[in-house]
């Protein structure tokens, strides 16, 4: 088995909020009382959509992604690169640390179980054929609300009930647009290992316009639901879009890229809190 440092690294750290965020607001949007939250089983799956379920999307997307991954700059210091010989050993760590994952199906009610099989679909098929999402334009984005069925799931778990549909749009319009935008940088690089995505389709400004649309559409849809939150992450993002059209021109683009990490684990505090104190 790779060393853990390895697996860290291959699971994306900062980017384990676009996980167990929305299972987080799920959770607190779906519980009846404050006290369930404490639940043991609750926390012990929030461990789960920390380093298991970020190795499981990020470990398979690596294993799948060489040809592409080995000419691309970003993988020598911002991520890692997985070699062929290593493939073996991921797979092993992958499934030893998600096959505790198969135990809430002991206790899970149908709509929870349905969000984690989706949850487990989207997340191996974006990469891995014979779907590969990831090289199919515009199917890349929408596979991409693998990072909205933590919260189904959590929802579903707590209220034994599906979330509103204007809420499962909502959030597939949001995640469409997160994956429309981090595909951005991998433009040139994706051309070059011949793979088709909604960036090498749409191109840079037609991509930043679809992630504009997006996140406007996601903020009037949850609106009833969110209130006075959806609005003003809504306008955040839409001004995030019109300052990336600037970036763009200026080949500075990536630097926004860099920080949109932390900007959308802003959006999922601010999202949060809105929530556990409108409810609570």
Known sequence: MPDLRFLLKVSRPRFWF????????????????????????????GLYFTFPANLLIYGVNDIFDYETDRINAKKDDYETLVEPDSRGSLWLAIAITNLPLA???????????????GFLFFSVFYSAPPIRAKTKPFFDSAFNILYAMPG???????????PPAAVVIAALCWTAAMHAYSAIPDI???KQAGISTIATVCGKYGTI??????????AVLSAPYLGFASVTLGL???LLMIASFFSAKHGRIFKLYKAFPLINVAAGFVLFWSVALGKF
């Open 18 to 45: 676009y996980v167990l965020g929305p299972y987080l607001v799920g959770l607190v949007a779906g519980a009846g009382e404050l006290q369930e939250l404490l639940h043991p089983a609750y926390l012990l799956i």
């Open 188 to 190: 040139e690089v994706d």
């Open 103 to 117: 135990a809430i199906f002991f206790f899970a009610n149908f709509a929870a179980s349905a969000a984690v099989i």
């Open 236 to 238: 955040a993002y839409v």
């Open 152 to 162: 189904f799931f959590a929802y579903s778990l707590t209220s034994s009930e599906f």
């Open 209 to 218: 316009a679809v992630c504009l649309v997006l996140y406007a559409a996601s």
